[in-house]
């Protein structure tokens, strides 16, 4: 019994390395698939307006839209580093007909955390009743690791922090009409704080074909070894 566990362990081992090193080559390669198609559909020049746009769009995509920038009731999420600074990023709700959408305005300074949280207003001239923005339509920032409880909102005290980008505690505070998505402010626009370009993806797909070639060449090196030690096996028998 023992003798047949001592030839069975070693194969079942290298056949578990093989499949394994496949099967994230295979993830790999659909990272990277994912990831272009990504990145063709942030440099589309289609833009589509937001009003004929459903509850579920695809995404990301080039919106215009149309509405009231509520300048009062303004969001900040924490933790965002710019220039190796930290502060937050100001999402400004954008009341468009039947529902609200949090535009992203960019980058806003708070470093010294005793002081009041940023609330920037209304940069430059602008009708409050018919604003016309333009952006991306995409999902909200990823939450990551969550440690703990958000704070939750507070409805009579604005700007309000978050920590987390998190769409059921917004909606608690600006109603149900709230969108899943946000609205990635064109950096060309004046309300937009920095005029900082949007990173799309942290790595391009490049990377990711890197690693499928890896994961590859180690299955490839296992299989070898696996193959020549099984021969010599079989010639010793």
Do not use: C
């Not at 609205?183 to 309300?191: A, D, N, R, V």
């Amino acid at each position: 019994m023992n003798r047949w566990i001592k030839r069975i362990v070693p194969h079942s081992a290298a056949l578990a390395v093989i499949m394994g090193s496949l099967a994230l080559m295979a993830w790999q390669l659909e990272r990277a698939e994912f990831k272009t198609e990504l990145m063709q559909d942030w440099n589309s020049e289609r833009v589509t307006a937001l009003s004929t746009l459903g509850d579920q769009p695809a995404l990301p995509q080039h919106v215009t839209a149309e509405g009231q920038l509520d300048f009062t009731r303004q969001v900040l999420l924490d933790n965002q580093v710019r220039d190796f600074q930290t502060g937050v990023h100001v999402f400004t709700p954008l009341i468009a007909e039947d529902r609200i959408v949090l535009v992203n305005r960019g980058w806003a300074a708070w470093g010294n955390r005793t002081d009041p949280l940023p609330d920037p207003g209304l940069m430059q001239p602008m009708s409050a009743i018919n604003a016309q923005i333009r952006g991306v339509l995409n999902r909200p920032p990823g939450v990551g690791i969550q440690l703990g409880q958000a704070v939750p909102l507070q409805q009579d005290q604005w700007p309000n922090l978050m920590t987390y980008f998190d769409v059921e505690p917004l909606r608690q505070v600006f109603g149900p009409q709230l969108a899943s998505y946000v609205i990635q402010l064109e950096p060309s626009h004046p309300e937009h704080l920095t005029g900082d370009e949007w990173t799309v993806v942290t790595f391009g797909p490049e990377r990711h074909i890197g690693y499928a070639i890896q994961w590859a060449a180690i299955a490839l090196v296992v299989f070898l070894i696996w193959v020549v030690l099984s021969i010599r096996q079989y010639r010793r028998k």
